[in-house]
């Protein structure tokens, strides 16, 4: 199969008829094999049912209906799961996407070799202030840390080698960092490409000012992890020696010094609590470590989605 597209959505019922029509009429002008898997996360409207209408049309549609919603990140992993094709491109399913980008996505990783390709959104219709500005903000720090040059990480449009997508695992809000998670499995070939940014046609925004914050978070959470993910006493263990070494600096001057002149007081001296303090930190941080370590190596799970209804899957 030439490209599976996957399409995570929440509330769309408006626009999925328009999209497939569109979608189809690439596909048929390039003559590509391909399935479109459509990730209903818990919507509360008529999703489900227009999916169900569009594969009884085409069977190249397929559908996964979670229980109820998890997130952009848990359909996305479940796609990724599902996809059988060479390349596999994502797109969000209000029309701010053009499936029209899809032949260009798909030449970039099968002819140029590229492991993922990006959308860039060079010219955007949404609301300067609180969309546009907060963005650059969030890219730019994600640039520094990740050393990957892309202008915008969290665009929905992109595409991968099937390789890619079957290696890696999304989960929490990790979806705005897929090309971190990309490098870190050794995925380096990472591209991007300008597309096109098409004002709302239908519904409403399902992302308000707090993916802002949170993506900061997810972006200290995703390079914690995957620097120190498999192995956490390595962090853990380093700064609780550090710790343990400084109370135990201190300890060892006190009773020196208490050794030397005995009239000299120990409890209420400044450097005891600061080598009191020092100590548990550094035991507390020793068995964060090792805790971190049984999760690591002993945890299962972390994926697991009520699915209530599939469509050609």
């Known amino acids: ?8 959505l929440l ?14 009429k690439v596909m048929a002008e390039h003559s590509y094999s391909y399935e479109v898997i459509f990730v209903d996360d818990g919507s509360t409207d008529n999703s489900w049912k227009v999916i169900q209408q569009l594969r009884a049309k085409n069977p190249h549609i397929k559908g996964i209906k979670f229980q109820r919603n998890y997130g952009k990140s848990a359909g996305l992993n479940v796609g990724f799961a ?8 994502t797109m969000d399913a209000d029309l701010q996407d053009s499936p029209d980008e899809i032949p ?7 002819e140029d070799g590229y492991h993922l390709v990006s959308g860039w959104k060079r010219k955007r219709y949404d609301n300067r202030l609180t969309k546009n500005l907060p963005s650059k903000l969030f890219n730019a720090a994600a640039r520094r840390m990740s050393k990957i040059n892309l202008h915008d990480f969290n665009c929905g449009l992109k595409s991968y080698d099937k390789k890619v997508v079957k290696s890696i695992e ?13 490098k870190w ?26 993916r802002f914050v949170n993506g900061f978070l997810d972006l200290l959470s995703i390079f914690f992890m995957g620097k120190f993910g498999k192995r956490p006493m390595h962090f853990f263990g380093l700064w609780g020696t550090i710790f343990f070494l400084i109370g135990f600096a ?6 020196i010094s208490k050794l030397i002149n005995f009239e000299y007081g120990i409890t209420n001296r400044p450097g005891f609590f600061i080598a009191l303090t020092a100590i548990i930190i550094g035991v507390q941080l020793f068995l964060a470590g090792f805790l971190g370590e049984l999760i690591s190596r002993n945890s299962t799970g972390r994926n697991n989605y009520l699915i209530e209804e599939k469509e050609g899957l």
């Open 250 to 255: 201190f300890s060892l001057y006190l009773i």
């Open 11 to 24: 509330n769309e019922d408006e626009s999925l008829p328009e999209l497939t029509s569109w979608i189809e």
């Open 185 to 210: 499995a050794g995925f380096n070939k990472i591209g991007e490409k300008v597309v096109e940014h098409r004002a709302r046609k239908y519904g409403v925004s399902k992302f308000g000012w707090e």
């Open 82 to 89: 599902a996809a059988q094709g060479d390349v596999v491109i």
């Open 170 to 182: 999304v989960y929490g809000e990790m979806h705005r960092y897929i090309p971190v998670l990309s």
């Open 104 to 110: 260009e996505l798909r030449r970039l990783i099968v």
């Open 1 to 8: 199969m030439d490209i599976s597209l996957v399409i995570p």
